[in-house]
């Protein structure tokens, strides 16, 4: 059912840029999640520099977002340094708020200043893969109330396609296969912390370079991440010097 | 029920609410109730299965690290009683898992090669909704019987409430807030079994134990441990020094 759901999803963000969209991929994406989910604005934050940084900077790069309101939601929360997407971080899960006249203990800062700019409820969903942060989507609604579990999925959906679509923009090169992120086999995240060890880098460092070689020798993922998890593939700091072991 | 089984169940039960404080780690608990599990039912291995609230299903604890058993109940995400269990939001037994091939082919052929010869599972429920299945798997060919599936599903029911934990579930969102952040941490975790295992030449088994066990020695949480060591505040060499000469090391 819900394969038919990211099929769907994912068919009407690729027919939105087909159609010449000529926003960004992560654009059009929030274009896509206000209108799927009926909210009043959507807006992504890419956390900034993935490459080099620590993966703490808490610095964010760039927003995307479908009105004025949706960005104002998140300049403010850089400003007041509390917030939905912040909390959304620490927790490692969704922070959903049907009613923000509710949140003035939790979020004294953010509250009052949602509030002028015209948000009544928000939804922030973290965009990462395990302790690879890469950002947030973020929604908000001009009136109280919440999300209905089928639109609870298909934000987490969404979710996962913006998270992909994160990555892909990282590497370099368009892959629309974000069903790596739904495979609950564990490997993929064991080989991530594996390359990370050999290399001595980031998780998302590491998790682009199994990526990077699962697509260069066009093997699936899991695959890939099985190899190093049975220590058969090694990586180096070379990425075109990836040692293999006794073949398999 | 013999009272042997009774003096253990009490047992477990304690250790769980124990476990149960105001600030606890929730994947810790789960393990802890898989591993209970295991000796109160007689069983081999216990799995706990989450779901992604997007149609997957994800194992989110397991009774040992053991990568095969990982994988097995990787393999019962897509069909095998677990599924059925979630599927019928009832438990659901198998006493020959080779005479499943028509029900499960997949799962009782992976199931079977990896020794197990019967299995059973029980859903985690609330409300109308059901969140998980408890995974019981025996190498023995005496299957889990009444008592032992009420027990289950009364341990289905604590892992549940572990789950939602401290937050009163006066709000519907908390479940899938607290859901999505589970399964957040074990991916942590897993990424952290994996520097620790490539640090220490370990297995992921040996890695999941030392995480806890270091988390455990020093009061810290193993999702906030596993964190520290993705971000590298913690580095591995710290954990694998401590594994070396765990009686050296000074307690915080």
């Keep these: 059912m819900s394969q038919d759901r990211r099929t769907v999803l994912l068919s009407r963000l690729e027919n939105r840029l087909a159609a010449g969209e000529t926003a960004s991929r992560m654009s059009v994406l929030c274009a896509l999640t206000v209108e799927h989910l009926t909210v009043s604005g959507a807006g992504a934050t890419v956390l900034a520099s993935l490459a080099d940084g620590d993966g703490q900077d808490p610095s964010r790069g760039l927003v995307h977002a479908t009105n004025e ?9 850089l400003t007041v340094g509390e917030g939905p997407c912040l909390d959304a971080f620490v927790t490692g899960g969704p922070v959903l708020v049907a009613d923000l006249t509710e949140t003035h203990t939790r979020w004294p800062g953010f509250t009052p200043g949602a509030l002028a700019l015209g948000a009544a409820a928000v939804f922030s969903f973290p965009l990462h893969i395990g302790a690879a942060r890469l950002g947030s989507l973020d929604m908000y609604h001009d009136r109280p109330g919440r999300l209905s579990d089928a639109q609870i999925s298909d934000a987490l959906i969404l979710a996962d396609l913006a998270t992909h679509t994160v990555i892909t923009e990282l590497e370099g090169h368009a892959s629309s296969d974000a069903g790596w992120l739904a495979d609950p086999h564990a490997e993929i995240h064991q080989a991530t912390g594996m390359i990370q060890a ?37 990586f180096t700091d070379e990425p075109d010097d990836d040692q293999q072991g006794t073949p398999a | 029920m013999t009272t042997r089984r009774e003096q253990r169940l009490a047992q477990t039960f304690v250790a769980l609410s124990d476990t149960l404080v105001d600030d ?106 059901t969140i998980g299945a408890l995974t019981l798997l025996d190498t023995t060919p005496s299957a889990v019987d009444t008592n032992g599936i009420q027990l289950g599903q009364a341990l289905a029911d604590q892992a549940t409430v572990g789950i939602l934990h401290h937050r009163a579930l006066r709000r519907e969102e908390t479940l899938v807030e607290q859901l999505q952040a589970t399964l957040h941490h074990r991916v942590v975790i897993e990424q952290a079994k994996g520097i620790l295992a490539e640090a220490g030449n370990l297995t992921m088994h040996q890695a999941f134990q030392l995480l806890r066990e270091h988390a455990r020695v020093h009061g810290h949480h193993l999702t906030d441990l596993a964190h520290s060591l993705t971000t590298r505040s913690t580095r591995a060499d710290d954990l694998l020094e401590f594994r070396a000469h765990p009686s050296t090391d000074t307690r915080e």
């Excluded at chain 2, 608990?29 to 299903?57: H, P």
């Excluded at chain 2, 080779?98 to 429920?125: D, I, K, L, Q, Y």
């Design chain 1, 198 to 234: 050999q290399l001595n880098t980031t998780t998302e460092n590491a998790l682009l370079r199994l990526r990077a070689h699962a697509y260069t020798y066009s093997l699936p993922l899991l695959d890939v991440a099985r190899r190093v998890t049975d220590r058969q593939l090694r």
């Design chain 1, 69 to 77: 309101i949706s960005t104002g939601l998140e300049d403010l929360q």
């Design chain 2, 24 to 129: 606890f780690d929730v994947l810790d608990f789960l393990t802890l109730l898989a591993e209970r599990a295991t000796a109160l039912l007689e069983v081999t291995a216990v799995g706990v299965i989450l779901s992604d609230q997007r149609g997957g299903w994800h194992p989110t604890a397991a009774s040992t690290e053991d990568a095969h058993l990982l994988q097995l109940l990787a393999t019962q995400t897509h069909e095998g009683p677990c599924q059925d269990s979630i599927n019928t939001s009832t438990p659901v037994t198998s006493y020959d898992l080779s005479a499943e091939h028509a029900r499960w082919p997949t799962f009782s052929e992976a199931a079977v090669a990896a020794g197990f010869r019967t299995a059973a599972a029980v859903p985690m429920r609330l409300r109308r909704r």
